[in-house]
C-alpha cells in the first residue's frame, strides 16, 4: 500500500460529509455528464471514491465500472449500491493501469476531480484513450488551481499546501490553468466538444472530449 492510498483510506469514513460543501460542483457535474450518456454505454468511473456519482448516474447506463486506489472508499460505495439496491454499477479497489481493463472496453470514461492529485498525466491519458471504444468520450471535472479563487478557496489551498509540506500529504498536486489543462486532454489524442466553468468561486472546469 503506497502513501497515497493509506492517505485517502484515513479520509473515506468523513468523505461524503466534507464533500458537502461542493454540492453546487456535484450537482452541475451530474447535469452536464448525463446529456452525453446512452442507456447502452458502459462507463468506466475513474477515482469513483465512496461511489455517489457512480450511482446517481447509474439510471442512465447499461452498466458503469468504478475504480478507486482507496479499497475504503470502494468499500463505502459497495455499502451505498446494496443499500439503494443498484445493481449495475460495480465497484472495485484498482487502478487505471490495471490489466483487467482490455483495450477499447468502455464507451465513456470518467475522471471527476482526480486529474490535478496524479502522477504522469500524459500516460494516464493515453490509457484512458486506449481503453475508450472508437468515438468515445472522455468527461471530466478539474479543479484549476492557478485560475482566480475566492480569498476563502485560496486559503484552503495554501493550507493543503502547507501539509504537503510537512508530508501530511504527498507532494501531488497539479496547479492547471484552464489552457494547460486543454492541452494536456487534446495531447492525448482527444478533441474538445464542450468546456465549462462550474464553479466560479475556485475554478472548476467541466470538459467532454471525444476520442480521435
Not at 468506466?44 to 452498466?63: F, H, I, N, Q
Not at 475504480?67 to 443498484?86: F, G, H, L, T
Not at 468502455?106 to 468515438?135: C, M, T, Y
Amino acid at each position: 500500500m503506497d502513501k497515497s492510498e493509506k492517505i485517502w483510506d484515513k479520509i473515506a469514513d468523513n468523505y461524503d460529509k466534507s464533500e458537502k460543501r461542493f454540492e453546487p460542483i456535484h450537482k452541475k457535474t451530474i447535469e452536464n455528464t448525463k446529456k452525453y450518456l446512452n442507456s447502452t454505454d458502459i462507463v468506466l468511473d475513474y477515482g469513483c471514491a465512496t461511489g455517489t456519482k457512480a450511482l446517481e448516474l447509474a439510471s442512465s447506463v447499461k452498466r458503469i465500472q468504478g475504480i478507486d486506489i482507496s479499497s475504503k472508499m470502494i468499500e463505502a460505495a459497495k455499502r451505498k449500491a446494496v443499500e439503494r439496491k443498484i445493481e449495475n454499477v460495480v465497484f472495485t479497489h484498482a487502478i487505471i493501469f490495471d490489466e483487467r481493463y482490455k483495450r477499447e472496453s468502455f464507451d465513456v470514461i470518467l475522471a471527476f476531480n482526480i486529474l490535478h492529485s496524479l502522477e504522469g498525466h500524459k500516460q494516464v491519458l493515453k490509457r484512458i484513450n486506449e481503453l475508450l471504444k472508437p468515438g468515445g468520450l472522455f468527461i471530466s471535472v478539474t479543479p484549476c488551481l492557478k485560475e482566480k479563487m475566492a480569498i476563502r478557496n485560496r486559503l484552503e489551498l495554501s493550507f493543503f499546501r502547507l501539509l504537503i509540506i510537512i508530508r501530511v500529504f504527498p507532494n501531488i498536486l497539479t496547479r492547471f490553468k484552464i489552457p494547460e489543462l486543454e492541452d494536456l486532454i487534446t495531447s492525448g489524442n482527444f478533441q474538445i466538444i464542450e468546456t465549462e466553468n462550474i464553479f466560479h468561486r475556485m475554478t472548476s472546469y467541466f470538459v467532454t472530449a471525444k476520442k480521435i
